[in-house]
Every structure is written in structure tokens, then in C-alpha cells.
């Protein structure tokens, strides 16, 4: 399945059908693992994405990647990619003639892998992939269709445009977390995913006196940050977990 993977990536990177192809610095074909249960597609690559041929590499890129921090879903466990491939100018919504265009490469990908579970980023890809439906109804629900499950959610730019639906996205994201734990459950922990997210606030605590006490604060802190929300319950980093990072990074 690999080999054919990358036949499908080639024929895409090379690909001339719709008019991006005079605008588009490189075609962005995907990042994370094509086996992964969890799909995320977004609308088409921006500026950033454009330059680094990765999506949502940009600052929607970031808060999206801090959401799948928070809910504990690996990097490793999704894939991610884009309902057109090639940047519009000026980050425009892509039309109907370069979607269409597109499709010829989202379709091969998805019969290839089959991917039980995908969440739609955003009213294009909603649409594209569910119909003609307002993101506003669809948002939040599970959709079977085709074989598989749909979510459809904001997308990370629109949340960075209007914050106080981060709160909203939030309950959807655990709605979508929990569906993939259902069909992948985490063999090597959350807690110890999230700790391991959140390994960067360790610094600020090391060596002070108040030990572990501190550390669990400063977590509910972090976590808080990860989505401004209601931090998290402390139960979720076990003090064994702690323990043992804190343990790891005085050895460093
Ligand atoms: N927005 C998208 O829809 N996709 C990207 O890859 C980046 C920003």
C-alpha cells in the first residue's frame, strides 16, 4: 500500500489539471501517518504551507496542533491534509472548477486507505465532503457516510479569528477524540502523551523547592494555555507520570 501511496504523491506533486498551477510555489500533498484511523482535512495550504510544501504548518497549523495536543492524539496517529492541494492567491476559498480538479487525488487517497474516521476542517471541506448543508448544522455531529465516520469542526483559522468559539470547538474536539480512542485505543497512555506534550513547562519548575506540588500546578497552567480552557483535572498527569519526568529531566 506504501508503493502505491507514493505513486499517488508523485502523480500529485507533478499534477497540471486547474489553474493553481501557475500561482502555486509546490503542492502540498499531506503530513502525519496514511495508515492513522484519524483523518483531518482542511480547506487548501496558505502562504506557509506554500513555502514548506507541509500543511498547516502556519499559525492555524500551530493551533491546531496544540488542539491534538490537548485531546492526547498523537502526531504519529493522524493524517492531514487539504481538500485542494495548491495554495489559491491570496488564500482564497478555492473554486468549484480547482476542487473538482482536486478531487481526482483526495478520492485516490481515501479509497487507498480507507480511513474509518475524518474530521473536516472548516465550511469548504464540510461542504465538499457532506453536501451543501451550512457549517453551523453540521458542526459537532457524527456523520456516517460512505463507510466511514465525519466530524465537521471550525477550522483552526477561524478560531484564531474569533476565540470565544474555542470553547464550543473544544466540546467537539473531546466528541472526536473520544470516537478514535473507540477505534484506537492508546496503547501507550494519554497521560503520558500529554505529560510529554507539555515536557517543555518542566523547566520552570526544576530544581525549585516546592517540588511535585509545583509541578502539578504549573500542568494545570500549561494545559489551560493549550486551548484556554478550563484546565485540566490533575487526575490526568498521575504522579507516577510526574515523578518519572521530573526524575528524566534532572538526569538530562
Ligand atoms: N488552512 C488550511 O485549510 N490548510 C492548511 O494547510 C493551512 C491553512
Redesign the pocket.
Known amino acids: 500500500m506504501m508503493a502505491k501511496h507514493e505513486e499517488l504523491r508523485a502523480t500529485a506533486l507533478a499534477c497540471a489539471a486547474c489553474p493553481l498551477v501557475d500561482t502555486r510555489t509546490q503542492v502540498?500533498f499531506a503530513r502525519g501517518s496514511p495508515e492513522a484511523k484519524l483523518w483531518l482535512i482542511?480547506?487548501?495550504?496558505?502562504a506557509y504551507?506554500d513555502k514548506q510544501g507541509q500543511?498547516?504548518v502556519?499559525r492555524?497549523?500551530e493551533l491546531l496542533d496544540k488542539i491534538l495536543a490537548a485531546t492526547g492524539i498523537g502526531q504519529d496517529e493522524v493524517f492531514i491534509t487539504?481538500t485542494v492541494l495548491c495554495r489559491p492567491p491570496g488564500n482564497r476559498v478555492p473554486t468549484n472548477e480547482e476542487i473538482t480538479a482536486c478531487s481526482v487525488h483526495r478520492n485516490a487517497l481515501l479509497d487507498l486507505w480507507k480511513p474509518p474516521l475524518v474530521v473536516l476542517?472548516?465550511a469548504t471541506a464540510a461542504r465538499v465532503f457532506l453536501g451543501g448543508n451550512r457549517l453551523g448544522d453540521l458542526r459537532g455531529q457524527r456523520v456516517e457516510r460512505d463507510g466511514r465516520v465525519y466530524y465537521a469542526t471550525f477550522?483552526p483559522?477561524y478560531l484564531l479569528r474569533d476565540p470565544s468559539k474555542k470553547a464550543l470547538a473544544w466540546k467537539e474536539w473531546q466528541a472526536i477524540r473520544d470516537a478514535f480512542r473507540q477505534l484506537a485505543p492508546d496503547t501507550e497512555g494519554e497521560a503520558a502523551r500529554n505529560a510529554a506534550s507539555l515536557m517543555p513547562y518542566l523547566d520552570q519548575v526544576i530544581d525549585t523547592p516546592q517540588g511535585t506540588g509545583r509541578l502539578v500546578q504549573v500542568f494545570r497552567d500549561a494545559s489551560a494555555v493549550v486551548l484556554d480552557r478550563e484546565p485540566r483535572k490533575v487526575t490526568r498527569f498521575p504522579t507516577a507520570v510526574l515523578s518519572q519526568m521530573l526524575a528524566h529531566r534532572r538526569a538530562v
Open positions: 502540498v482542511g480547506e487548501a495550504p496558505g504551507e500543511p498547516f502556519g492555524a497549523g487539504n476542517l472548516g477550522h483559522a
